[in-house]
């Protein structure tokens, strides 16, 4: 297994659902038209393929001067616990730039994670959720 990294690749709208519904991600998933323009207006996305198969994705939005908002980290279980997650935030992290802090919303399971990582853990953060 060779793990192959791209900041260049767009995944389709369709891999990039499969793998964030495997995750339990909280998405509008099945509009893959809404899933599309999801991708196409990040800012930055790094992807983890094995052969052809897209099994990580960090995607997120970025002014690369103060502030990047990763909004989706996702490994596809088999490939837990190989660094992969690692690696896609350390590309994420040359994408945006050293200037700029990282901010996230973790998962229950991601938790420790990030925290491993070296990730300071904020107690204040607030959320208008969608409507839709």
């Known amino acids: 297994m060779s793990i192959v990294y791209s900041t260049n690749d767009m995944p389709a709208a369709a891999e990039v659902a499969d ?3 495997a995750g339990g ?3 509008p998933l099945d509009d893959l038209t809404r899933v599309e323009r999801m991708l196409r207006n990040a800012d930055v996305i790094v992807t983890a393929r094995d052969g052809g198969t897209l099994v990580g994705i960090v995607r997120g939005l970025a002014d690369f001067a103060v ?3 990763v909004t989706e ?3 596809a279980a ?3 616990r190989m660094g ?3 690696e896609l935030l350390r590309r994420f992290r040359e994408e945006a730039g050293d200037e700029c802090a990282i901010i996230l919303h973790s998962s229950e399971e991601g938790h420790a994670f ?3 990582l070296g990730w300071d853990n ?3 953060a607030w959320r208008l959720p969608r409507s839709r």
Do not use: T, W
């Open 78 to 80: 088999p490939y837990k």
């Open 67 to 69: 502030y990047a908002l």
């Open 84 to 86: 992969i997650g690692r």
């Open 122 to 124: 904020l107690d204040r």
């Open 73 to 75: 980290l996702a490994v």
């Open 114 to 116: 990030y925290g491993h």
């Open 19 to 21: 793998l964030l519904r």
């Open 25 to 27: 991600f909280n998405r």
